[in-house]
Nanobody
Framework: QVQLVESGGGSVQAGGSLRLSCVVS????????MTWFRQAPGKEREGVAT????????AYADSVKGRFTISQDNAKNTVYLQMNRLEPEDSAMYYC?????????????????WGQGTQVTVSS
């Protein structure tokens, strides 16, 4: 089993920054991919950023490229999402998710482990 706990959400004005954290515990050796998803009310859950933990290769959704950065600290078993130049459209519940071998890092159904989520609200 793998447990994920997110933190770091909050309310900021447009243009501001937040850093989300996701602490991973349990059988972490089965995890190869860590992804941040988000879901706004009335919208589907979407992949925002992913990291391949073995090599730190990353990928991003087009909507956040150049503004968000995903990273990991192996010593702390933590994955981060640094979010800069936030926009009102970034407002959503943010979840971290883990998988061994997803078909696509953007498909929520490919991830078997999820955190409880942390809310991000960006005001204009």
């Amino acid at each position: 089993q793998v447990q994920l706990v997110e933190s770091g959400g909050g309310s900021v004005q447009a243009g501001g920054s937040l850093r989300l954290s996701c602490v991973v515990s349990g059988y972490i050796y089965s995890i190869k991919w860590m992804t941040w998803f988000r879901q706004a009310p009335g919208k589907e859950r979407e992949g925002v950023a992913t990291i391949y933990t073995a090599s730190s290769i990353t990928a991003y959704a087009d909507s956040v490229k150049g503004r968000f950065t995903i990273s990991q600290d192996n010593a702390k078993n933590t994955v981060y999402l640094q979010m800069n130049r936030l926009e009102p459209e970034d407002s959503a519940m943010y979840y971290c998710a883990a998988a061994n071998r997803p078909r696509s890092w953007k498909r929520p159904e490919d991830f078997g482990y999820w955190g409880q989520g942390t809310q991000v609200t960006v005001s204009s």
